[in-house]
């Protein structure tokens, strides 16, 4: 205890000393986040200064082993992190989905060649990866993949399509499900690549969503040639590292109920536009709706939390991953119906006076895909179902 106490302490002073005031407001767009890759785009001089610093400590992975980038921090470490970031309002340095879904997947089923090669680069943010996963006639039933990757010599040749590839437009590699033997079962035959985006014969194609922006693309594979030392784990079990690879997904993606302490609260909003009674918001309500938005949010991080320790102390996420899943999303589409209703008729503006967008009636549409992508709700239900409560199969 005294060295966690020491190590907060420090922690502490570190971060107020380090981390510009800039990096400490709310978020506003989506350049507040930084992505990292090949060509970085910083907003300003405090974001690159910022990420800097953290990476240079490897607290952009604070719990991935030294010998890869990471802080090397032990789980309670860890936690005192987060608590302390979480306390000075301030921003993750680096957005990443190598960090959040390729890199656990290559700490379990990397060989020690590719970690090396690899994680490095995904905590320093060199790198910037998006997910071939889906395919225009397998999303939900994945496991029914088409993308072919031939064998020829010391290399791969790619054909086929995969769609919903966030930024894929901007990314430099691609982590890819292969279908290796396409005479196997559905489940038997895939492979797990890691594929270059300059590659020749890769293409993609931005995809435009109800919201007006999007950051989802098609992704297009032609005779790609791709090294076989870029293959995770076995030719043909690629599935098994999908399938941990998704709950690390779901988790991100569920980890969108959980609220940014950097957003203003809801309830601050709320007394902002509608003012109070009694020292107290007027509408009872619309009261009673945000409070419990607070107490099952609360319950949501608290959930969060104790899945990351158990994950710390060896545990398989799991089903639980569809969860937290589920459970996150519903939570984020709820906050977003009533961030629209405490504005009122101008919660439907679509863009400003200046011209500019308006923000919350596209957050409000972005929402509902939320429930659909990293694999429905209704599938996640399935899951939960089944592997979690034990229901029995029906028909």
């Not at 790198?127 to 397998?138: D, L």
């Not at 949010?297 to 939390?305: G, N, R, S, W, Y």
């Amino acid at each position: 205890m005294p060295d966690l106490t020491t190590f907060r302490l420090e922690t502490r002073a570190w971060l107020e000393a380090n981390c510009p005031p800039s990096m400490r407001q709310p978020v506003e767009d989506e350049s507040d986040f930084f992505w990292g890759g090949r060509n970085p785009v910083y907003k300003n001089e405090d974001q690159k200064l910022w990420f800097e610093r953290m990476a240079a400590r490897g607290w952009t992975v604070p719990h991935w082993p030294k010998e890869y980038g990471g802080g090397g921090l032990n789980k309670e470490e860890y936690n005192i992190l987060k608590e302390e970031m979480r306390r000075l309002g301030c921003r993750t340095p680096l957005s990443s989905f190598g960090i959040w879904m390729l890199g656990p997947a290559l700490l379990k089923f990397g060989s020690e060649e590719q970690k090396r090669r690899f994680l490095p680069e995904i905590a320093r943010g060199q790198i910037r990866w998006c997910q071939g996963y889906s395919e225009p006639n397998a999303g939900s039933d994945l496991a029914s993949l088409q993308t072919r990757a031939r064998a020829e010599g010391d290399h791969y040749v790619v054909n086929g399509q995969k769609v919903w590839t966030s930024y894929a437009d901007k990314s430099d590699w691609i982590f890819c499900l292969v279908r290796t033997d396409p005479q196997a079962p559905k489940h038997k035959g895939i492979s797990f690549l890691l594929i270059d985006m300059a590659s020749p014969g890769v293409r993609t194609r931005p995809i435009r969503l109800i919201s007006g922006k999007s950051p989802f693309c098609e992704t297009f594979f032609d005779q790609v040639r791709v090294p076989k030392a870029q293959l995770v784990g076995r030719e043909n079990e690629g599935w098994t590292i999908a399938k941990y690879l998704l709950t690390h997904e779901r988790e991100m993606i569920g980890e969108m109920g959980d609220r940014n302490p950097r957003e203003k609260p809801l309830y601050q909003i709320a007394l902002d536009r509608l003012g109070r009674q009694q020292d107290k918001l007027a509408d009872p309500q619309l009261r009673r709706e945000l409070a419990q938005l607070e107490l099952d949010a609360a319950a949501f991080q608290l959930t969060i939390e104790r899945t990351t320790d158990e994950i710390k102390l060896g545990q398989s996420l799991g089903a639980q991953s569809s969860m937290l899943k589920y459970y996150g999303t519903e939570l984020n589409k709820i906050r977003w119906e009533l961030r629209i209703a405490l504005e009122g008729l101008n919660g439907l503006l679509w863009e400003e006076a200046d011209g500019t967008q308006a923000a919350v009636a596209r957050h409000w549409l972005r929402s509902k895909g939320n429930s659909i992508e990293g694999g429905t709700s209704e599938i996640q239900l399935n899951i939960i179902a089944k592997r979690i409560l034990g229901l029995p199969v029906l028909g």
